[in-house]
């Protein structure tokens, strides 16, 4: 059962633009929720998880769940901010099950 | 440097030649886990390791092996590869239940 679901596969907005990655989960219990960011010609890296409440790179996300989300949000667009998005869910901080990506093209 | 360290980068090998993919790290990290990452399914966990002599199944373990005899190593072996795991294959550790992962650079693995 797919427990991640990112229903873009791409996503492209022009620079200054807010963007919003989507992420919806689908799990019983109480799970950690993250976002990992994986830069051209870098390693996957995480970005942000719910639990830290931070911003990071100017990027947020809320735990939404009554509609089980965690969409990534950040205001104003940066051509840096290009790259595949992964969300990812942990049940037990063991198991984890990624999104299938959204890859974010900043338009300048 | 903090890193965590695969060999090879890329493998070609024919179908039933066993092999093993390695994986290395040097943040004394007590969680371990494989990746295969297809296109259009995302990332998929294979094992998971908690610590050294402890692992586990991910969600798709089926035809893949690990171990974990010391803390910095976990190889990924795949006793009789077959064409479906094609793939390309992450490692990644971590401080027990933190989530925060490093990943390694990917082993993109071809099963002729």
């Known amino acids: 059962a797919q427990r991640v679901t990112q229903p873009e596969k791409l996503l492209s907005v022009f620079k200054g633009a807010p963007v919003e990655l989507k992420c919806n989960y689908s799990?019983?219990?109480?799970?950690?929720l993250f976002w990992y960011v994986q830069y051209s010609r870098q390693r996957l890296q995480l970005l942000l998880r719910h639990i830290s409440r931070e911003s990071i790179k100017g990027f947020t996300a809320d735990l939404n769940k009554g509609e089980t989300s965690f969409h990534l949000k950040k205001p104003f667009a940066q051509e840096e901010d290009s790259a595949m998005y992964y969300c990812?869910?942990?049940?037990?901080?063991?198991?984890?099950?990624f999104g299938t990506g959204t890859s974010l093209t900043v338009i300048p | 440097e903090a890193q965590v360290t695969q060999n090879p980068r890329y493998l070609i090998t024919v179908t039933g030649k066993k092999l093993t993919v390695t994986c290395s790290q040097n943040m004394n990290h007590e969680y371990m886990s494989w990746y295969r990452q297809d296109p259009g399914l995302g990332l998929r966990q294979i094992y998971y390791s908690m610590n050294v002599e402890v692992t586990d199944k991910g969600d798709v373990p089926e035809g893949y092996k690990v171990s974990r005899k010391e803390k910095r190593n976990f190889p990924l072996i795949l006793e009789s590869p077959s064409p479906n795991q094609t793939s390309l294959y992450f490692c990644?550790?971590?401080?027990?239940?933190?989530?925060?992962?490093?990943f390694g650079s990917g082993t993109q693995l071809s099963v002729l």
């Open positions: 799990y019983s219990g109480s799970p950690e």
């Open positions: 990812a869910l942990s049940n037990t901080g063991n198991q984890f099950y």
């Open positions: 990644a550790s971590s401080r027990l239940q933190q989530g925060i992962m490093f």
